[in-house]
């Protein structure tokens, strides 16, 4: 078993950043593919970002390309979120997951932090 459990979100204004964290425990991340899904006011969950084991492989949902980054400290079991650029549509509940067992499939979740962008 994998606990996820993310921090950094908050309230920020358009333009902002913020730096999502996401710290594993339970057993070691090393060898899974990881990533961040995001929930907005009304609207189903969607993928933003997914990583592979080694961080040599980013995907990115086309709504967040050239703005957000994703990585990995495997030696820290830590996946991190950078948001740059924010926009008031960014807002949302981001999730943390790992393991990937398909394209958009993944075993583990955290619970969440919530990003707010003000306009």
């Known amino acids: 078993q994998v606990q996820l459990v993310e921090s950094g979100g908050g309230l920020v204004q358009a333009g902002g950043s913020l730096r999502l964290s996401c710290a594993a425990s339970?057993?070691?991340?090393?060898?899974?593919?990881m990533g961040w899904f995001r929930r907005a006011p009304g609207k189903e969950r969607e993928f933003v970002a997914g990583i592979s084991w080694s961080g040599g492989r980013t995907d990115y949902a086309d709504s967040v390309k050239g703005r957000f980054t994703v990585s990995r400290d495997n030696a820290k079991n830590t996946v991190y979120l950078q948001m740059n650029s924010l926009k008031p549509e960014d807002t949302a509940v981001y999730y943390c997951?790992?393991?990937?067992?398909?394209?958009?499939?993944?075993?583990?979740w955290g619970q969440g932090t919530q990003v707010t962008v003000s306009s």
């Open positions: 339970g057993r070691t991340i090393s060898g899974n593919a």
């Open positions: 997951v790992g393991q990937r067992v398909g394209k958009y499939e993944y075993v583990y």
